[in-house]
């Protein structure tokens, strides 16, 4: 047996360093060596962003809340609509789908036609990439070139509907069980037009109504894109196009785009239009020009 315990008296020899080598010298007591770490210089546009940000934000807490009461009503529609798609997979007709388009199509009066068919007309490719490039090029020369590029955006709804159309390729209305118009062979499920001019009409109402005062130019356009909103479910329906039920998912999977575009929308338009301090100087050309007017109305009268 070895024993390897030391023998009293014996003093023990220190341990020799290895040649090469620095031997450093702590003590149990000594506090640990402080570390500075190189402060990060942030760059003037980013510290003034994430100023305006912090300005313009709310409490964590209300975020938090206000964010899990929107989530919850997001997800209780975005259910409503997978449910809804999956039963138009299986299914042929919904429950009043053939009852309402044939009362809708008794109507055969031929204004009521000419108006269904211009509303409808307006949603088709050759007409809305125009009419969407055009509003964005008048809105951006108009200096409102965040609301610009927002109205581009409202074309995104079309991909949306596009990737639906395909996985659940509900088959549309035929002549052997309405009347139809205008033969198109694509998916039925959801309606596309529907989707585009929920969003795109819907944008244009919230922007005429919260980016100008009241009058009768802006109360018109008001007027006429909630018509047109109102009537294209109705119309592609009484065309043959849908059935009520391909209408009911397009207000709802648009609806659903829309509050997406919105929400992204209005935390740009917050921080671009801090409610306290100023905006950072990136952000000042994607700024509405009310904000300049306003600013030189007040040096006046600060001169005077």
């Known amino acids: 047996m070895f024993n390897f315990s030391r023998k009293p008296g014996k003093k023990t020899q220190p341990e020799q360093p290895t040649p090469g080598t620095t031997t450093i010298k702590t003590r149990p007591s000594d506090p ?29 807490r209300r975020a938090v809340s206000r964010g899990t009461m929107f989530m ?68 951006w020369a108009l200096r409102f070139r965040l609301e610009a590029i927002f109205i ?26 309405v009347t ?14 529907v989707m585009y001019y929920t969003n795109f009409y819907g944008l244009l109402i919230y922007l005429l109504a919260t980016n100008w005062r009241s009058g009768r130019i802006r109360n018109l356009l008001i007027g006429i894109c909630t018509t047109l909103i109102a009537c294209i479910g109705p119309s592609r329906v009484y065309l043959g196009a849908h059935w009520p039920s391909d209408v009911a998912a397009g207000y709802i999977y648009g609806g659903l785009w829309f509050s997406g575009v919105m929400a992204l929308y209005l935390r740009v338009k917050a921080w671009l239009h ?17 904000d300049d007017t306003d600013k030189e109305i007040k040096e006046e009268s600060e001169r005077d």
């Open 152 to 177: 581009l955006l409202t074309s995104s709804a079309t991909l949306l509907n596009a990737i639906v159309k395909r996985v659940i390729k509900r088959p549309r209305p035929t002549q052997e069980l």
């Open 274 to 290: 801090p409610s306290k301090g100023k905006a950072p100087e990136a952000a000042k050309p994607l700024q509405q020009p009310g």
């Open 72 to 139: 919850a009503f997001y997800l209780w529609i975005l259910s409503g609509a997978v449910i809804l798609s999956l039963i138009a997979q299986r299914t042929q007709f919904f429950p009043g789908d053939m009852s309402i388009t044939s009362r809708l199509q008794k109507y055969r009066n031929p204004w009521l036609r000419r108006f269904f068919f211009g509303v409808s007309e307006i949603g088709f490719v050759q007409y809305a990439l125009p009419q969407t490039l055009g509003i964005a090029g008048i809105f």
């Open 180 to 193: 139809v118009v205008k033969v198109i062979n694509e998916p039925s499920f959801p309606s596309g037009h």
């Open 32 to 60: 640990l060596p402080q570390v500075r770490l190189p402060e990060v210089q942030m760059p003037p546009v980013m510290t003034e962003a994430q100023k305006a940000a912090a300005q313009s934000s709310v409490s964590g």
